[in-house]
């Protein structure tokens, strides 16, 4: 027995619509539970040293000191204070103690305007005023350099 076309196309579609009607008949389901998410930890950031002018001389104004603010979070923190110390370098006979060089303010000191270190990035900083000088430096305290370590502070922005 031998189906016409007609006939093929009839069972065609009785077939598809018996297969949309179980499509249709697929039961619906939904879930309730917990999702979590997680806060990053908060990286320290990393202060370096940088060249700057040389400004000191004695009996001359207080210098500047130059930095350079490395921040690893994926978030840009502002600074807001910096806190000083301990002085190191010099040169030859001209150490970095008093007479030959000196903090020249007292810190904490607050970075005006605050330094914005972007996410992932760096930025550079200075702070002025800080080292000093006195008249009784040595002779060989031509072209030393002085470092002067510091620690920032800031929040993220």
């Known amino acids: 027995m031998k189906l016409s076309k007609r ?3 009839v069972l065609g579609v009785i077939f598809a619509l018996v297969l949309g009607g179980v499509a249709v008949a697929a039961w619906l389901t939904s879930g309730t539970g917990p999702a979590q998410g997680q ?14 002018p040389a400004d000191l001389y004695p009996g001359g104004p207080a210098g500047a000191v130059y930095f350079t603010v490395s921040n690893p979070n994926p978030y840009p923190v502002t600074l807001t204070g910096v806190t000083y110390g301990a002085i190191s370098g010099g040169a030859g006979g001209c ?4 007479p030959n060089i000196v903090l020249a303010a007292t ?3 607050t970075i005006t305007p605050s330094l914005v270190v972007p ?3 760096s930025s550079d900083g200075s702070l002025a005023g800080v080292l000093s ?4 430096a040595a002779n060989e305290c031509q072209g030393a350099t002085f470092l002067v370590q510091i620690t920032v502070t ?4």
Not at 133 to 136: D, E, R
């Open 107 to 109: 810190p904490p000191a």
């Open 133 to 136: 000088m006195p008249t009784t």
């Open 7 to 9: 006939a093929f196309v």
């Open 39 to 52: 806060a990053v930890t908060a990286q320290n950031l990393t202060v370096t040293a940088r060249s700057g």
């Open 154 to 157: 800031g929040a993220s922005s």
């Open 95 to 98: 150490t970095a103690t008093a």
């Open 119 to 121: 996410a992932s990035g």
